[in-house]
């Protein structure tokens, strides 16, 4: 297991992943969602945890998580998205135009008024938090962090998790919030606070995104 391990997993997921979003945007919301997240990502990572169990111990494992653990995930996720997410989304926004027409193509696209809000929640906040935490600090992070040093490790999964979200306008942010998350991860030895985080920062954003839209504009 090394490196080369991680690498091939993420660009092999990055490939399915695409191709499957596109396969699964004729489905309503609330059923691509689950079936990305949860078949997909989620069923991904614990193949290739079981696949490498007797070589990595612990992979793609959920760990037992502490109350201080838990409570970190929910402070994290509760702070991520105006210590991380707002300035970052301010830079993009002034670095490179286009971030508005992004935001509202990605609204149509989702068309999310047609769905009830716990729905949504679930598809964009839990779902995701779920799916993507064990791909990459699951399963990723994991692998990295047997063969490099923790920062190295926290940083390469996280530029991937950036990447993966295939906009340049959520590059910076989620790259960003990827380092927080992986370093929570590791220090907790668990994923359900970085779970936890993931699925907080993601609600209160698309809360944000409706309810207070002006919060988020530069």
Do not use: C
């Amino acid at each position: 297991i090394g490196a080369g391990t991680a690498l091939a997993y993420a660009a092999f997921m990055f490939v399915v992943d695409y191709y499957a979003s596109l396969a699964l945007s004729a489905l309503p919301l609330p059923v691509a969602q689950p079936l990305l997240q949860i078949g997909l990502n989620l069923g991904s990572a614990l193949l290739l945890g079981r696949w490498l169990s007797a070589r990595a111990p612990g992979l793609a494992k959920l760990g037992k998580p502490s109350a201080k653990g838990v409570l970190a995930g929910i402070m994290v996720g509760v702070a991520a998205w105006i210590a991380i997410g707002l300035p970052a989304g301010w830079l993009t926004h002034a670095l490179v135009p286009g971030m508005d027409k992004f935001n509202q193509a990605l609204t149509d696209l989702f068309n999310i008024q047609d769905f009830p809000l716990w729905s949504v929640v679930l598809a964009l906040s839990v779902f995701p938090a779920i799916g993507e935490e064990f791909v990459f600090r699951g399963a990723i992070l994991r692998i990295l962090s047997q063969v490099m040093k923790p920062r190295s490790a926290i940083l390469l999964q996280a530029l991937l998790f950036g990447i993966f979200h295939t906009s340049v306008f959520r590059l910076l942010p989620t790259t960003l919030l990827g380092v927080v998350l992986g370093g929570l991860a590791l220090r907790t030895r668990s994923l359900v606070p970085s779970i936890v985080a993931h699925a907080l920062n993601n609600g209160i954003v698309l809360y944000l995104a409706y309810a207070q839209p002006a919060t988020l504009e530069g």
